[in-house]
């Protein structure tokens, strides 16, 4: 046991008195980087440490936004403060809202889209039902091809009446005889029918941008194509002598008929003129016209249509009831065989026999009625078991078939068609035409 001594190193024994405790230093403050800042808790709700402490507003979605109970939004409130949500209230935007609620001001007129009808789309990206720029881009060639027939039509009128009474101004009185100036007349009409034909194929082509060169070509079609189309129509022929007598009778019943054309004498020289032009100029010039620059520009958005529509016209322009129908007819047959075969050549070829049978059996008929009848009677039944025979096999090997229209041609065919005015109009004319044609009994 050691002894403590006083200062004076005397050594009085003085009892040892325990040194007193003194408290560790305080651990440091675990929330700040900084130790001169006032050492309080985090702020649960700021990121930055300097913003006053105070418990989120409720109503800003700005945390510098002056702290303040929510405005008044009613000017009229007897009821003090608006009812208290769950959330935050929407206020609308309008006028009465404060600036620090208002939207940001539209200097510029926004957009306003109009929610408007799905419009279907093909798979390549066209719509199915053409839009106003597309429609109007479509009807331009209907415009045009029935701005062309209406004015190839209006020429044929036109200048025939011209060169009628120039040729009988002349002829009148120098002696000739009528039958003369009948075969004047007819040479004027072969030429007039000829240019007014021609020419307007030129001009519809160049205005649509067409091009009728390629389509006299023989490299598309076979021999056997361009055979088997000459006997379909031979056969059809004769099945047209019954679609005129039903034609007739039907008409018959109403005390109606067709108005026939007198039996004139005719020179040998004017029925050569006409036989040739039935034969070899009509067949050529016809069949550029309508299944050439009518048929294509019908048919660049609705092949099927352009078919139909094409052999209307074709009918139509022919001016009589009975030739209406039948021709119309032919004007199928021949667009399904331009079409499939992709040239003139078989039309021209189909369209000039059909022709000369029918120049021929006229011939026949004028010269002895009896064996022109015998004929007629032979021709009519033969040709109809022909034709219904040609007819099933053309239908089993889809030769004659009708192409089949989607939804997206169908959209674009006779809708926008019918909305044409010039189509309009010239159909128009020719039903009046084949009207004045009928006469009662």
């Given at each position: ?92 935007y ?88 009948n ?19 030129l ?11 390629p ?12 055979l ?20 007739e ?49 019908l ?45 003139l ?97």
């Open positions: 046991m050691d002894n403590n001594f006083n200062n004076n190193g005397e050594g009085t024994f003085i009892p040892k008195t325990p040194e007193p405790q003194v408290a560790p230093p305080p651990p440091p403050p675990q929330y700040y980087a900084n130790q001169g800042v006032q050492q309080t808790p985090p702020p649960q709700y700021y990121s930055n440490q300097g913003v006053q402490q105070t418990p989120p507003p409720q109503y800003y979605a700005n945390q510098g936004v002056r702290q303040a109970p929510p405005p008044q939004y009613y000017a009229n409130n007897p009821y003090g403060q608006p009812q208290q949500y769950a959330q935050a209230p929407q206020y609308r309008n006028q009465q809202v404060p600036p620090q609620y208002a939207p940001p001001p539209q200097y510029y007129r926004q957009p306003q889209y109009v929610p408007s009808p799905a419009v279907a789309v093909q798979e390549n990206g066209i719509p199915l039902i053409p839009r106003p720029e597309e429609r109007k881009f479509i009807k331009r060639f209907y415009n045009c091809t029935g701005g062309i027939l209406l004015g190839v039509f209006g020429a044929m009128m036109l200048f025939l009446f011209i060169a009628m009474g120039i040729i009988e101004s002349v002829t009148d009185g120098m002696g000739i005889p009528e039958l003369t100036v075969t004047y007349i007819s040479i004027a009409m072969v030429i007039i029918y000829v240019c007014c034909e021609f020419g307007g194929s001009l519809g082509s160049k205005l649509t941008n067409m091009r009728l060169k389509l006299f070509t023989t490299k598309t079609f076979s021999v056997g194509f361009l088997f189309g000459i006997a379909f129509i031979l056969a059809w022929q004769a099945v047209e002598f019954f679609v005129l007598i039903i034609t009778s039907g008409l018959n019943i109403f005390d109606l008929t067709m108005l026939g054309t007198d039996e004139e004498p005719v020179t040998a020289f004017e029925t050569a003129v006409m036989t040739i032009y039935s034969v070899i100029l009509a067949p050529i010039f016809e069949e550029i016209l309508f299944r050439g620059f009518v048929l294509k520009n048919s660049r958005f609705n092949v099927r249509f352009g078919i139909i529509m094409s052999a209307i016209l074709f009918g139509l322009f022919h001016g009589n009831l009975s030739q209406f129908i039948g021709a119309t007819c032919f004007g199928v047959i021949v667009a399904l065989t331009t079409v499939k075969a992709n040239s050549i078989p039309a021209i070829v189909m369209h000039s026999v059909g022709n000369g049978m029918l120049s021929l059996m006229s011939l026949i008929y004028q010269s002895n009625e009896t064996v022109g009848d015998t004929i007629y009677f032979i021709w009519m039944f033969a040709g109809a078991v022909i034709f219904i025979f040609m007819a099933i096999i053309a239908l089993i090997k889809g030769i004659y078939k009708l192409p089949k229209k989607t939804e997206l041609q169908r959209n674009r065919g006779a809708k926008i068609a019918m909305t044409s005015i010039p189509i309009l109009i010239l159909i128009g004319i020719e039903i009046i035409e084949i009207l004045l044609n009928i006469e009662t009994l």
